[in-house]
């Protein structure tokens, strides 16, 4: 409500919709925000309620939600949400709708309750970690949900960001054992489409890692995701031997995801980190 003649305007024509007494009421409101500098309550109220706005303060970690893959395995992250815990953060792994085969957009909707819940005990933002198609899950929760607004870093883990090829030869070969998440999941679907269209959100910090090892995802740089900081954990310890089932366990890709999830912005590790990732990894 301040600083724009079409601000004012708007504030206006919806003031002489009311009341006489109500309209003397509300106009005190406003000045009394002005006045007091309580510029977001302002613009909140042109934005629409339940509208997020503003950014998450890099600087203060919240809590930590784990994303599982398809096929919703929660036991998969147990490992990495126990290492997080460890360093004094809150982690819980969500649990998917259904068995975690079902439809990617209504697991978004159930990571944004998610994270609702976790607004609702005090958090200012979260953090977020996708495994597999759990990335997949994230990346459209944060286009569908405007999760820049509430996300502080978000972390994937051998995700099939532009799909796997074992989704597609399921879903030409044996399309009554293709779960309509599988569908999703075949490179050139339209819920991939339509992401691809969408970027990472520029204030957003966002760590993609992958395992050249991997036979589930397949290209393993499926992963790759432009905006994001890219990383095979290959390119970090050239004698890395992990697979894609192994990447939430292991010592290095734990190490990545403790750093990509502190207070530093995430970057390629430089040249010789690889002992003392895996060392952090490893507790």
Avoid: K
Avoid at 74 to 102: H, K
Wanted: with cysteine; aromatic share 2%; glycine share 14%.
């Amino acid at each position: 409500m301040g600083g724009t003649g079409t601000g004012r305007l708007l504030h206006r024509a919806a003031l002489r919709g009311l009341a006489p007494r109500r309209r003397l009421l509300v106009a005190g409101v406003l000045v009394l925000l002005v006045a007091t500098g309580t510029g977001a309550a302002v613009r909140a109220c042109t934005a629409g309620a339940g509208t997020p706005t503003g950014y998450p303060d890099q600087s203060r970690p919240g809590p930590v939600l784990l994303v599982p893959g398809y096929g919703g395995n929660q036991g998969s992250l147990t490992p990495l949400a126990a290492r997080i815990r460890a360093t004094g953060r809150a982690a819980t792994v969500i649990a998917l709708p259904g068995d975690g085969t079902g439809d990617l957009a209504a697991q978004a909707a159930a990571l944004d309750r998610a994270v609702a819940g976790a607004f609702g005990t005090g958090a200012a933002s979260v953090d977020l970690v996708g495994y597999s198609a759990g990335g997949v899950v994230v990346r459209l929760w944060v286009a569908r949900y405007a999760g820049q607004h509430r996300a502080r870093r978000v972390v994937t883990l051998g995700s099939p960001l532009h799909g796997a090829r074992l989704a597609g030869a399921g879903a030409a070969l044996a399309p009554g054992a293709c779960p309509l998440a599988c569908q999703q999941l075949v490179p050139g679907s339209a819920l991939l489409t339509g992401l691809d269209r969408q970027p990472v959100p520029a204030t957003l910090p966002w760590l993609s890692v992958w395992t050249e090892d991997d036979q589930t995802v397949v290209p393993p740089d499926s992963a790759r995701l432009a905006g994001a900081v890219n990383v095979a954990v290959q390119q970090v310890c050239p004698d890395a031997r992990v697979q894609h089932g192994q990447l939430p366990s292991d010592a290095l890709v734990t190490g990545l995801v403790l750093a990509a999830l502190g207070t530093v912005p995430p970057a390629v590790p430089a040249p010789g980190a690889c002992a003392a990732l895996r060392a952090a990894g490893t507790g």
